[in-house]
Nanobody, 118 residues
Framework: QVQLVESGGGLVQPGGSLRLSCVASGFSFSRYVMHWYRQAPGKERELVAHISSPGGSRSYADSVKDRFTISRDNAKNTVYLQMIDLKPEDTAVYYC???????????WGQGTQVTVSS
Protein backbone atom coordinates (compact mmCIF):
# COMPACT_ATOMS: atom_id res chain seq x y z
CA GLN A 1 0.00 0.00 0.00
CA VAL A 2 1.43 3.35 -1.07
CA GLN A 3 1.78 5.89 1.73
CA LEU A 4 3.21 9.41 1.85
CA VAL A 5 3.34 10.99 5.30
CA GLU A 6 4.30 14.64 5.67
CA SER A 7 5.48 16.30 8.87
CA GLY A 8 7.28 19.41 10.03
CA GLY A 9 4.65 22.07 9.51
CA GLY A 10 3.67 24.61 12.12
CA LEU A 11 3.34 28.26 13.03
CA VAL A 12 6.37 30.44 12.32
CA GLN A 13 7.01 34.16 12.29
CA PRO A 14 7.88 35.98 9.05
CA GLY A 15 11.55 35.47 8.27
CA GLY A 16 11.59 32.13 10.04
CA SER A 17 12.44 28.66 8.78
CA LEU A 18 10.90 25.21 8.68
CA ARG A 19 11.89 21.86 7.26
CA LEU A 20 9.16 19.61 5.94
CA SER A 21 9.62 15.87 5.57
CA CYS A 22 7.69 13.30 3.56
CA VAL A 23 8.30 9.63 4.30
CA ALA A 24 7.28 7.27 1.51
CA SER A 25 6.45 3.57 1.65
CA GLY A 26 4.88 0.91 -0.54
CA PHE A 27 6.84 1.67 -3.73
CA SER A 28 10.40 1.92 -5.02
CA PHE A 29 10.99 5.47 -3.84
CA SER A 30 14.42 5.91 -5.41
CA ARG A 31 13.03 5.35 -8.91
CA TYR A 32 10.51 8.19 -8.84
CA VAL A 33 10.51 11.94 -9.24
CA MET A 34 9.01 13.61 -6.18
CA HIS A 35 7.13 16.90 -5.92
CA TRP A 36 6.07 19.33 -3.21
CA TYR A 37 2.82 21.22 -3.79
CA ARG A 38 0.97 23.72 -1.65
CA GLN A 39 -2.59 24.98 -1.44
CA ALA A 40 -3.55 28.23 0.23
CA PRO A 41 -7.14 28.95 1.30
CA GLY A 42 -9.29 29.82 -1.70
CA LYS A 43 -6.49 29.10 -4.17
CA GLU A 44 -5.59 26.25 -6.47
CA ARG A 45 -2.94 23.74 -5.54
CA GLU A 46 0.41 24.83 -7.00
CA LEU A 47 3.69 23.07 -7.67
CA VAL A 48 6.41 24.38 -5.39
CA ALA A 49 9.39 22.16 -6.21
CA HIS A 50 10.36 18.88 -7.77
CA ILE A 51 13.40 16.64 -7.63
CA SER A 52 14.54 13.91 -10.00
CA SER A 53 14.86 10.32 -8.88
CA PRO A 54 18.63 10.35 -8.38
CA GLY A 55 18.26 13.83 -6.92
CA GLY A 56 20.56 15.70 -9.28
CA SER A 57 17.89 17.79 -10.99
CA ARG A 58 15.66 20.21 -9.11
CA SER A 59 13.28 22.97 -10.06
CA TYR A 60 11.28 25.57 -8.15
CA ALA A 61 8.36 27.91 -8.55
CA ASP A 62 9.54 31.49 -9.07
CA SER A 63 7.86 32.54 -5.82
CA VAL A 64 10.11 30.28 -3.72
CA LYS A 65 13.41 30.30 -5.63
CA ASP A 66 16.40 31.10 -3.43
CA ARG A 67 14.32 30.48 -0.29
CA PHE A 68 13.24 26.83 -0.56
CA THR A 69 15.44 23.79 -1.16
CA ILE A 70 14.14 20.34 -2.06
CA SER A 71 16.28 17.31 -1.30
CA ARG A 72 15.90 13.57 -0.85
CA ASP A 73 17.47 10.71 1.04
CA ASN A 74 16.77 7.54 -0.91
CA ALA A 75 18.15 5.39 1.90
CA LYS A 76 15.43 6.79 4.18
CA ASN A 77 12.68 6.98 1.52
CA THR A 78 12.27 10.63 2.45
CA VAL A 79 11.96 13.89 0.55
CA TYR A 80 12.52 17.20 2.31
CA LEU A 81 11.60 20.83 1.77
CA GLN A 82 13.83 23.28 3.59
CA MET A 83 12.15 26.68 3.77
CA ILE A 84 13.87 29.87 4.88
CA ASP A 85 12.87 33.53 4.99
CA LEU A 86 9.22 32.52 5.17
CA LYS A 87 6.58 35.07 4.23
CA PRO A 88 2.88 35.29 5.10
CA GLU A 89 2.07 34.36 1.50
CA ASP A 90 3.78 31.00 2.07
CA THR A 91 0.91 30.06 4.38
CA ALA A 92 -0.69 26.92 2.94
CA VAL A 93 -1.11 23.20 3.33
CA TYR A 94 1.97 21.54 1.86
CA TYR A 95 1.67 18.16 0.14
CA CYS A 96 4.16 15.74 -1.27
CA UNK A 97 3.20 14.02 -4.49
CA UNK A 98 4.61 10.99 -6.27
CA UNK A 99 3.63 11.13 -9.95
CA UNK A 100 2.96 7.77 -11.56
CA UNK A 101 2.75 5.92 -8.24
CA UNK A 102 -0.37 4.02 -7.28
CA UNK A 103 -3.65 4.61 -9.10
CA UNK A 104 -4.44 7.54 -11.34
CA UNK A 105 -1.86 10.21 -11.99
CA UNK A 106 -0.03 9.59 -8.73
CA UNK A 107 -0.24 9.54 -4.97
CA TRP A 108 -0.64 12.36 -2.48
CA GLY A 109 0.21 12.70 1.16
CA GLN A 110 -2.30 14.04 3.67
CA GLY A 111 -0.61 17.43 3.88
CA THR A 112 1.00 19.50 6.62
CA GLN A 113 -0.10 23.01 7.56
CA VAL A 114 2.40 25.86 7.40
CA THR A 115 1.28 29.17 8.86
CA VAL A 116 3.49 32.25 8.66
CA SER A 117 2.23 34.98 10.93
CA SER A 118 3.43 37.41 13.56
Amino acid sequence: QVQLVESGGGLVQPGGSLRLSCVASGFSFSRYVMHWYRQAPGKERELVAHISSPGGSRSYADSVKDRFTISRDNAKNTVYLQMIDLKPEDTAVYYCFAPGVGSGIGSWGQGTQVTVSS
